[in-house]
């Protein structure tokens, strides 16, 4: 099996560290034998989103979804058209909300999103923003996991129809919500950096898992190989006790 990637504005929006989750996603395809290609994509570069499994957004702050909005909402359709073939997409944070219908940024700019979803994201009143450890609960087509991360976001993201998870600990969403990014089986949203799919094992496998259904239908999460996950799981055993204690 071969997984082909897209990695969009990877030189613009890679805050926290967000590159962290190509590298762990990529070792372990290759641990299990399946090879995969990643590609990066940035401003006026000429692409064919749909011809990819699996496109990856990371986070930025305002200045950076700022200098690359033009370029995104010119390619909305290409998105739309990747969406419509099955391309399984992840989104952290600034990427996030970028889908959404707005964003209004620190400075009261409204800027303007792709628009394929109904939540809009507002900024936090007198610059408050949701900063800390994170976990949540969240349903995975029907697998149940405790996920761990890091929020650092002033964007109050509302009318988030379909959640990734409840907050155990933490903001999410926004301050008075308690509901974590987005999920609709065919885009998973969050909020949570870390980076996310080193610090989770399982949604790493989970987001394999969708984007190699786009050519392989009848796979299933079980046909992944399983990994040794002791130390992952080690260290969200920690965090987790880490937030209960508080």
Same mark, same amino acid.
Request: with cysteine; aromatic share 10%.
């Given at each position: 099996?071969? *997984? ?25 395809? *290759?641990?299990?034998?399946?090879? $995969? ?5 940035? $401003? ?9 499994? +699996? ?26 058209? &990747?969406?419509?073939?099955?391309? !399984?997409?992840? +989104? ?13 940024? &620190? ?8 628009? !394929? ?16 450890? $994170? &976990? ?11 996920? =761990? ?9 509302? @009318?988030?129809?379909? %959640? ?10 926004? !301050? ?7 999920? @609709?089986?065919? =885009?998973? &949203? ?7 799919? %080193?610090? @989770? %094992?399982?949604?790493?496998?989970? =987001?394999?898992?969708?984007? +190699? ?7 299933? *999460?079980?046909?992944?190989? %399983? ?20």
């Amino acid at each position: 099996m071969e *997984l082909n990637v897209c990695w969009m504005y990877h030189d613009i929006m890679d805050l926290y560290g967000d590159k962290g989750n190509m590298m762990v996603l990529k070792k372990r395809c *290759l641990d299990r034998g399946i090879q $995969i290609k990643i590609d990066t994509l940035s $401003i006026k570069d000429e692409c064919d989103l749909s011809t990819y499994d +699996l496109l990856f957004l990371g986070g930025g702050a305002d200045q950076e979804q700022k200098m690359l909005i033009d370029d995104l909402l010119s390619r909305k359709e290409n998105i739309a058209k &990747a969406m419509n073939e099955n391309t !399984f997409i992840l +989104l952290i944070c600034g990427g996030y909300q970028l889908f959404g219908q707005y964003y209004i940024s &620190a400075d009261n700019e409204k800027i303007e999103g792709l628009k !394929f979803f109904d939540y809009y994201t507002e900024t936090g009143s007198n610059g408050t923003r949701c900063i800390g450890n $994170i &976990a949540i609960e969240c349903d995975l087509d029907g697998n149940k996991i405790t996920a =761990v991360g890091f929020e650092n976001h002033g964007g109050q993201t509302r @009318n988030v129809k379909t %959640p990734l998870g409840h907050v155990l600990h933490g903001y999410g969403n926004s !301050f008075e919500g308690k509901q974590e990014g987005f999920y @609709n089986g065919q =885009v998973l &949203a969050t909020y949570m950096h870390g980076p996310l799919l %080193p610090k @989770n %094992p399982e949604i790493t496998d989970f =987001v394999i898992y969708k984007a +190699l259904k786009k050519r392989n239908p009848d796979i299933t *999460l079980q046909d992944l190989a %399983p990994l040794d996950d002791t130390l992952e799981h080690q260290a969200k055993e920690y965090m987790l006790k880490r937030l209960s204690s508080k």
